[in-house]
């Protein structure tokens, strides 16, 4: 079951590609359907979702390359789950957004349907060497996105994303085989690892592979001071790119966090969490700074994200400090960071579709060229307002369930460092106003004759986006409840 | 039930306006008055009934919601002055105004508030508080072409945020203090260091959000919205919330040895402050806002001198008296097309209706005998003297500075001119002003009993008040000066606080491109220069050789194939050369 979500998205694409000829039409239609299929699928999972002992439900794991026993290894629980069906979903909206691009379309759908099945099977992956193949998999695919359909500088941002981030899953697999070595017996299955925790105890091994694994998802994440791949990254991608690229794959870094490194290196993180917390706060403040000083509209949406990821290595840094905390707020801060996972897929994702509209009607992500677009554009304001304040945390919208639980289970143990991080809410809430002020209100400008509105296949695109967020940000029970016992785990392997 | 239906009807029926604004233009006024009439009725049954609900939200912390003394007071004040507001704004609005917008947002705004006045819990009330906030925003920047007005909400909304902060301060230091469940009830027994950090987070909120010294400024920007907006959000909302969680959290601040005086300092010092402030105002709207702050700060040195009731009593009086002065200043607004004092010479005999009850909530606003402010402020003004001498002497100066503005503002509407051609004001509009004034007046009388007074501590402050009004009459001039602009402090504010952030945000992005990103370009090239150098020297030396040995294979084939002739005459020649030589090198060999 699992394997066919995971894999039908890339089958599709073969498909796409093998059949000569297509029409733009069917290939629009099919890469749609393959999406709401897979999507589909994962609501089935979602519904028949019953976790086994070990906490993961839907396991496979069959021997794949056994003399250096790494298996076929994959299974959801609460902290993959959620973000399986949160790629799920942004590969649906991204498929809906480009139903009027023609630009090498066969080419275009069949490279993102074949980044969905990597990015799923990051997520589903309980097996070291799986999950870095999927990992380098999916900058291998973004990197294709980016300089084959991005805007003017694309191959430059394209060459600096794939080397920077390819650098950092060096990093990440040179820990991998630290902890492979460490193992007794030697392996790469991440729930043997994390039974085991190979490394405890051992000063310099630990924190030679702790380094290793946190520079890898640092980068992917990304944090201060490995972030300045992203901005142009983002800059330069397509719409559709920009949003898997934050909504999805930033992820992956902050996924490795809970899912390999809290569990497997438990004593370690402990003992260095603080570094973590204080690479968090640095990030959610300087993060939002920066974001501030910029004019490209897409370019500080970018930078937020360095400032929402932020938010997430305090949370996890947090639980890390046992002694000053209860069990109950630590696993409260995880909760938080992976519900903001999911919150800012869904929110930044609509937010980067919402500037590719920007960009569609005016050909310049430049926000002083606009003025007043809510006259001619209202429903674009109102979505963008909606987004924005969603961004920044308002409560009714799933970033504020998120940063409250973060907030909240980070202050018993890191209270400096939380009480800096809430002035991050307060530099976001300024930047968005002042952009959604410069670009939706005052006196009309633009730089083509008339901004038209939102259209009904954006609409379609970026309303279930908002939706979802609202959802989650009022009825947050259907996702907290896959998420709490997955995130008392975490805190109960880490505090081992 | 009924708690369900009073706070969710109207976010319900805002948001539904909000998301078919075009469909619902013409009903909106209609769907926003019923939805009124409907709070107003469940508000009654949930004061009479005192209903508690919850429902599950984070592990926990459940979303609570339930109705106590306190609360029933607030639900009903905060529906009737919805109702009496979103009346007036059905006769005032211009039919080409964005209805569905603004009754969308006005409902979700009183929402909010509701919520936020029947939450049990921190994360709910946090979560009403923060809607709040951003309703407030929408609605002050209404009029969204004119950048100003725009620039207006954004500054009210970042300054309340700014002591929102606080509340985040004060849900993560109650969990890690032990108040597992974050309800307002049990703050209180917070241990140690922690409920420190709990008060001084709440009381940041209130001060912000109740637009207390030194966060006064945002009010004043708060005028850019429509009068309808100001009646709401300077009454029963908003700047009422502050006031509001600070009478709720009376005992926190009582558990501590410093939040009491400090919160009652700050009230007392607003009080005086911005009515001096009020004074000095040349704009009638600006007298208003200024009041406002002064009144509120009022509720607040009850709250800190532990007066409960007086302080509640306080708000519902102010609530109905201010939502009065913002309609009929903003039904002269719209019929004379001014709000200048200066220009509204005599609108109150052109407008007996408007004048008349413009006056019973001016006087008693000023706490002029026998009117509600009179007696609810006094209540306070004798629980603050139990406190502290200094206290009661701050507020008495208030009062008299009370009376003043007041006395300024009425010496100008009533003042003799020659008649002028005039707009007729609306019917519909003008509805519920006798209502409040009526409510203005009495209010005081029915909650009088539950107050403790003393007659020679009213006779004095009711002597102060009228004094002030009566000096006051024939004072004309504004002023600009520190008074004027409210303190300056919203300069200082730009100077030293927003100015250098953005200065900082600047440097941080020019660092981050020259130095942080400069590093990873440094690096990359530092690669690339290896590359070229490698390129240069090794890569030459080891090319020159496999070329070396490229053309020595090559002269070799040469030689190699100097021989195949393809004649066969040559082939035996050769052959014979070969034996030959082959022969010769066997003898020597052997």
């Known amino acids: 079951m699992l394997s066919a979500v995971v894999f039908l998205p890339v089958a599709v694409a073969v498909v796409l590609l093998a059949v000569p000829r297509t029409s733009d039409r069917l290939v629009r239609w099919l890469w749609i359907a393959a ?128 080397l920077y981030t390819f650098l950092g899953s060096l990093a990440l697999l040179l820990g991998f085989i630290g902890l492979y070595l460490a193992a007794t017996p030697h392996t790469f299955d991440i729930v043997e690892l994390a039974r085991q925790a190979p490394l405890t105890g051992t000063g310099f091994a630990g924190a030679a592979v702790l380094i290793a694994l946190g520079i890898g998802f640092a980068i992917k994440t990304p944090t201060v001071p490995f972030h300045t791949w992203l901005p142009p990254a983002h800059t330069e991608a397509p719409a559709a790119g920009s949003a898997i690229l934050a909504g999805v794959l930033l992820k992956m870094g902050t ?77 409260i801060a995880v909760t938080g960071a992976v519900t903001q996972m999911v919150s800012h897929g869904l929110i930044t994702g609509a937010l980067f579709l919402l500037s590719g509209v920007l960009y569609q009607r005016g050909q310049t992500y430049e926000m002083d060229s606009y003025g007043g677009l809510a006259g001619t554009a209202p429903r674009f304001a109102g979505l963008t307002a909606l987004a924005a304040f969603a961004s920044l945390g308002l409560p009714g919208f799933s970033g504020f369930i998120a940063e409250f639980q973060i907030f909240t289970g980070s202050l018993g143990s890191a209270p400096v460092s939380t009480v800096v991080a809430f002035l991050g809410i307060l530099v976001t809430a300024a930047l968005f106003l002042r952009a959604f002020q410069k670009i939706f209100l005052g006196p009309y400008r633009a730089p083509t004759d008339r901004v038209g509105d939102i259209t009904v296949v954006e609409g379609v695109a970026i309303v279930p986006l908002i939706a979802a967020a609202v959802v989650i940000g009022i009825f947050p029970r259907f996702l907290l409840e896959v998420i709490e016992p997955a995130s008392r785990i975490v805190v109960t392997l880490v505090g081992r | 039930m009924v708690l369900w239906l009073l706070t969710g009807l109207p976010l319900a029926a805002g948001a539904a306006l909000l998301l078919v604004r075009r469909a619902t233009h013409r009903v909106a006024p209609v769907i926003g008055i019923a939805t009124a009439v409907l709070a107003v009725t469940l508000a009654v049954l949930a004061a009479v009934g005192r209903p508690a609900v919850s429902a599950p939200l984070i592990e926990g912390l459940p979303v609570g919601l339930a109705v106590d003394g306190l609360s029933a007071v607030m639900v009903v004040t905060i529906s009737t002055v919805l109702l009496a507001v979103l009346v007036y704004a059905a006769g005032e609005f211009g039919r080409d105004e964005a209805h569905s917008r603004f009754y969308g947002l006005m409902l979700l705004f009183a929402g909010a508030m509701l919520i936020t006045v029947t939450a049990t819990n921190l994360v709910t009330l946090l979560m009403a508080w923060e809607v709040m906030g951003a309703m407030s925003y929408a609605l002050i920047a209404f009029w969204w072409r004119e950048t100003d007005r725009a620039t207006s909400g954004m500054i009210a909304f970042l300054t309340t945020r700014g002591g929102d902060v606080g509340l985040y301060l004060a849900a993560g230091a109650a969990l890690a203090g032990g108040a597992l469940g974050l309800d307002l009830a049990g703050l209180a027994g917070v241990p140690g260091v922690w409920r420190d950090a709990v008060v001084a987070g709440v009381v940041l909120a209130a001060l912000g959000k109740s637009a207390q010294l030194p966060f006064s400024f945002w009010l004043s920007r708060a005028m850019a919205g429509p009068s309808p907006v100001s009646a709401l959000l300077h009454s029963a909302t908003m700047v009422a919330a502050g006031a509001y969680l600070l009478l709720r959290l009376q005992p926190l601040l009582a558990a501590t040895p410093w939040a009491g005086p400090l919160v009652a300092w700050v009230g007392v010092l607003t009080a005086l402050a911005l009515a001096a402030v009020a004074v000095a105002q040349s704009d ?35 609530a109905a008296t201010k939502s009065l002065l913002f309609l009929g200043a903003g039904a002269w607004l719209t019929v004379l097309g001014t709000k200048q004092l200066g220009e509204l010479r005599g609108a109150a005999r052109r407008y007996p209706l408007l004048g008349i009850t413009f006056t019973i909530g001016a006087l008693s606003l000023a706490g002029v005998p026998p009117l509600s402010i009179w007696l609810t402020k006094d209540a306070v003004l004798s629980a603050a003297l139990h406190t502290s001498p200094a206290l009661y002497v701050m507020g008495l100066a208030a009062v008299v ?73 024939r004072m004309r001039a504004g002023t600009r000066g520190l008074l004027g602009n409210w303190l300056g402090i919203e300069s200082m504010t730009r100077s030293v606080i927003v100015g250098p952030t953005l200065s900082l945000a600047t440097a941080l992005a020019r660092f981050d491109d020259k130095v ?22 090794l890569e030459i030396s080891l090319d020159a050789v496999v070329g070396w040995v490229a053309r020595g294979s090559r002269a070799l084939g040469r030689w190699a194939r100097r021989p195949q002739t393809g004649q066969l005459h040559q082939y035996y020649a050769q052959a014979v050369v070969g034996l030959v030589v082959l022969a010769v090198l066997l003898m020597i060999v052997r």
Not at chain 1, 262 to 273: H, N, Q, S
Not at chain 2, 516 to 537: F, I, Y
């Open chain 1, 255 to 331: 996924y490795g966090f809970v899912r390999i490194m809290m569990p497997v290196l438990p004593d370690t993180w402990r003992r260095y969490a603080i570094v973590f917390v204080f690479v968090g706060v640095v990030s959610v403040i300087y993060g939002a700074l920066v974001s501030l000083a910029q004019r490209d509209f897409k370019r500080m949406i970018a930078y937020t994200s360095v400032n929402h990821m932020g938010y997430i290595l305090l949370a996890v840094g947090a639980a890390g400090i046992v002694a000053s905390s209860t069990a109950q707020a630590r696993e």
């Open chain 1, 35 to 162: 999406t709401a299929i897979d999507l589909a699928l994962v609501v089935g999972l979602w519904i028949g979702y019953s976790p086994g002992p070990g906490g993961f439900a839907y396991e496979v794991n069959v021997k794949w390359i056994p003399s250096i026993s790494s298996g076929y290894h994959l299974g959801v629980d609460g902290l993959s789950l959620p973000l399986v069906a949160l790629t799920a979903v942004l590969f649906l909206a991204c498929a809906v957004y480009s139903f009027r691009d023609s630009d090498r379309l066969r080419s275009y759908a069949a490279l993102f349907l074949f980044l969905q099945t990597v990015c799923l099977g990051l997520f589903v992956a309980l097996d070291l060497i799986l999950f870095f193949v999927f990992f380098d998999l999916s900058i291998v695919g973004m990197y294709f996105v980016i300089a084959g359909w991005g805007h003017r500088n694309a191959a430059k941002a394209a060459l600096k994303f794939f």
């Open chain 2, 401 to 473: 500075l009370s009376g003043a503005y007041v006395g300024r503002a009425l010496g100008f509407v009533w003042a003799r001119t020659p008649d002028r051609a005039e707009n007729r004001a609306s019917v519909l509009s003008q509805v519920p002003l006798p209502f409040l004034a009526a409510a203005s007046a009495l209010l005081g009388v029915v909650i009088a009993p539950q107050l403790s007074l003393s007659w020679w501590e009213l006779g004095l402050s009711g002597l102060l008040a009228v004094t002030g009004v009566l000096v006051a009459l």
């Open chain 2, 516 to 537: 942080v990103d400069g590093g990873v370009r440094a690096a990359a090239a530092t690669g690339a220069a290896v590359a070229r150098l490698t390129n240069a020297r």
């Open chain 2, 284 to 318: 009638l709207k600006q007298v208003l806002a200024a009041s406002t702050c002064s009144q509120i700060g009022f509720m607040v040195l009850a709250a800190g001198t532990g007066a409960v009731t007086a302080g509640a009593g306080q708000l519902v009086a102010h």
